[in-house]
């Protein structure tokens, strides 16, 4: 297994300026969502752009054979006018070589030709676009993955996990629908000045009474654009209270089903549905608000100037009738503006969400390791002496409790209990041995080394939890999650260290059985012993079991400490129980924890259970 370290720029070494929405315009909040998507891939969105143009433009230019085909071909009667924009002349001048017979179709089939290219320009943009912003939806979820992964856990353990499943999932989508329509918002922006380009050639002073007439349309609605932004950050709120309904009927699955509890439940997750779906229609119903709006509005000026241009204009029918077909394209087209930003509008407050949840989480990452190339697995960290804290002290950011930690020295290769009551403190001890919390003043030393300086050491440590987390998957699967490719003696090995080898091989399928979400196929004691097996695989330095076995049976317990008594002086064991009595014989010494307070590492004489305080170790 190759493992990599990949480094995160932080927004200010990524050109970006710090995130601070709340002192930011509208404009400014457009500008930043744009950055983000240009700096993803700058050629592709550049390409976006330039097809484009190129679509708008032969649209354009078809709009403008449209002149020749009806003036000169003899629809209208009459022959090229000296009005008519170049290419309109330019076709007249190349039709008059042509026999009369051939006109006709020599235009219709370059007019087919055209739309030929247009569509096959249209057809290649549309594709781009749509990998593009899939693959800018998957850039955003894989960033703010990769940054949770980096992140302190005592940043993550604030938060509840609903709040990050909601950014990943339906924030990011919704970034994803945003990004859609700004790249319509490209094509609109390529094609208006191609159709005011075509309309100014043919009518000056109708195409501006139309363009007047459209920036008052979007004058007077401009105030929808406050009630899409109300509306995004009630939608992220209510998809955020969706997702933590889910998790915590899920979470509580069986107790629920036990209590007889799911009438309750099912009417609390209506009632967060039934409020997403409210804010899904007012959103709907601010959009359809706006359009219908527009629709009525580009039909009065459509016949108003219709009206200038056959009464006072006076233009030519060929004209009129070109310059009815831009407007009857170019009015709706200030209606999909609209429409477009009220939806880049809408998603603003999704993307702001994903926005600080990165720039939080960077700002809390750990340490980096040092990257590793392609070639054999980095070797496992070894612990040779001990672990030490000196005078350590941590307090958790939403605890009450302060652990103190005056001096503790834990030797290498030795198993040690640490006991104490629940809530003293023994896992938020645990927490800084493995280097998952830092202490707020101390130090904690791996043979005499800061672990800071070892950025490495969670490598070498495997972890025991008392729920053990058991993959929908294979007994396989369970085993190298985590612990990247083995073969199967290196598998057979960790299985029959962990005492699980032989009710694998009992299984259907052996290593290949399905064990179910969170392994219901297995009993209690099977999940603890492959959770043990999945550690030992990777040839930990240090094994830590939190409770592991306090929630089995005598039998599955016995089961897992004769494992543990075979591991003896192969590896540091450090094992929170409560029923530390009947470990004794197992154990070379005792950490006491008492309401915060952790007292110094006690060996422990097997041969009468005498217990000999020890005050320190090397190097205290």
Same mark, same amino acid.
């Given at each position: 297994m190759i493992h990599v370290c990949i480094s995160r720029e932080t927004p200010r070494a990524r050109g970006a300026r710090p995130w601070h929405p709340e002192s930011m315009n509208d404009t400014d909040r457009l500008k930043s969502f744009?950055?983000? %998507?240009?700096?993803?891939?700058?050629?592709?969105? +550049? /390409?976006?752009?330039?097809?484009?143009l190129m679509a708008a433009a032969l649209e354009g230019l078809g709009l403008m054979l449209l002149l020749p085909l009806l003036d000169l071909a003899g629809v209208l009667g009459a022959g090229p006018n000296a009005a008519a924009p170049a290419p309109a002349r330019l076709a007249g001048q190349l039709l008059d070589r042509l026999p009369p017979d051939a006109r006709l179709l020599s235009m219709l089939g370059a007019f087919v030709a055209l739309i030929a290219v247009q569509s096959s320009i249209g057809l290649l943009r549309d594709r781009r676009s749509l990998a593009l912003q899939l693959r800018f939806v998957d850039h955003l979820r894989d960033s703010l993955f990769g940054a949770l992964a980096r992140c302190r856990w005592?940043?993550?353990?604030?938060?509840?996990?609903?709040?990050?499943?909601?950014?990943?999932?339906?924030?990011?989508?919704?970034?994803?629908?945003?990004?859609? %329509?700004?790249?319509?918002?490209?094509?609109?922006? +390529? /094609?208006f000045p191609i159709y005011l380009l075509v309309a100014l050639?043919?009518?000056?002073?109708?195409?501006?009474?139309?363009?007047?007439?459209?920036?008052?349309?979007?004058?007077?609605?401009?105030?929808s654009r406050e009630a899409a932004q109300r509306g995004g950050v009630a939608l992220s709120q209510a998809n955020q209270a969706m997702f933590n309904d889910i998790q915590e009927f899920l979470g509580a699955l069986k107790l629920i089903k036990i209590h007889g509890e799911e009438a309750g439940y099912q009417r609390q997750f209506r009632r967060a549905i039934q409020h997403l779906r409210a804010q899904q229609l007012a959103f709907n119903a601010v959009r359809t608000r706006s359009q219908r709006g527009y629709r009525i509005g580009s039909a009065v000026v459509l016949a108003g100037l219709t009206y200038v241009a056959l009464t006072l204009a006076r233009l030519p029918a060929a004209h009129l009738l070109v310059l009815i077909a831009i407007f009857a394209r170019m009015l709706p087209q200030i209606s999909q503006v609209h429409t477009g930003f009220q939806q880049l509008w809408h998603m603003m407050p999704a993307f702001e969400n994903w926005r600080r949840w990165l720039d939080q989480c960077e700002a809390h990452a750990e340490p980096a390791e040092p990257a590793a190339g392609v070639g054999p697995e980095p070797v496992a960290p070894i612990l040779r002496e001990g672990l030490a804290l000196e005078e350590v002290?941590?307090?958790?950011p939403r605890g009450t409790q302060t652990l103190r930690v005056p001096r503790l020295w834990i030797p290498a290769r030795a198993t040690t209990a640490i006991i104490g009551p629940t809530g003293c403190g023994k896992t938020t001890l645990l927490d800084l041995l493995t280097g998952l919390n830092r202490p707020d003043a101390g130090h904690v030393l791996v043979d005499g080394a800061p672990l800071t300086q070892r950025p490495d050491w969670r490598r070498g440590v495997a972890y025991v939890p008392q729920e053990s987390s058991i993959l929908d998957g294979t007994v396989r699967e369970n085993l190298t999650w985590g612990a990247g490719a083995s073969?199967?003696?290196?598998?057979?090995?960790a299985l029959a260290r962990a005492a699980a080898a032989d009710f694998v091989n009992r299984l259907p399928q052996g290593l290949e059985t399905r064990v179910g979400e969170r392994g219901v196929r297995l009993s209690g004691g099977e999940k603890q012993r492959l959770a043990l097996a999945r550690a030992l695989l990777r040839r930990p330095a240090l094994l830590v079991l939190d409770e592991a076995t306090s929630a089995l049976d005598r039998d599955n317990q016995q089961i897992i400490l004769e494992?543990?008594?075979?591991?003896?002086?192969?590896?540091?064991?450090?094992?929170?129980?409560?029923?530390?009595?009947?470990?004794?014989?197992?154990?070379?010494?005792?950490?006491?924890?008492?309401a915060g307070w952790v007292e110094g590492w006690e060996p422990v004489n097997p041969s009468h259970g005498a217990i000999t305080r020890v005050r320190g170790g090397p190097g205290l």
């Open positions: 744009f950055s983000e %998507f240009w700096r993803f891939d700058r050629r592709a969105v +550049a /390409l976006a752009f330039g097809l484009n005592s940043f993550l353990s604030q938060h509840h996990s609903s709040e990050y499943i909601s950014v990943l999932s339906t924030d990011v989508q919704r970034v994803g629908q945003g990004t859609y %329509f700004l790249l319509q918002l490209f094509t609109q922006f +390529a /094609l050639r043919l009518s000056a002073p109708v195409t501006g009474l139309a363009v007047l007439t459209g920036a008052a349309l979007w004058w007077l609605l401009r105030k002290t941590y307090r958790h073969d199967d003696p290196a598998i057979m090995a494992a543990l008594r075979a591991l003896h002086g192969r590896m540091t064991v450090l094992i929170v129980t409560h029923r530390y009595q009947e470990i004794l014989d197992l154990v070379d010494g005792i950490v006491r924890v008492r």
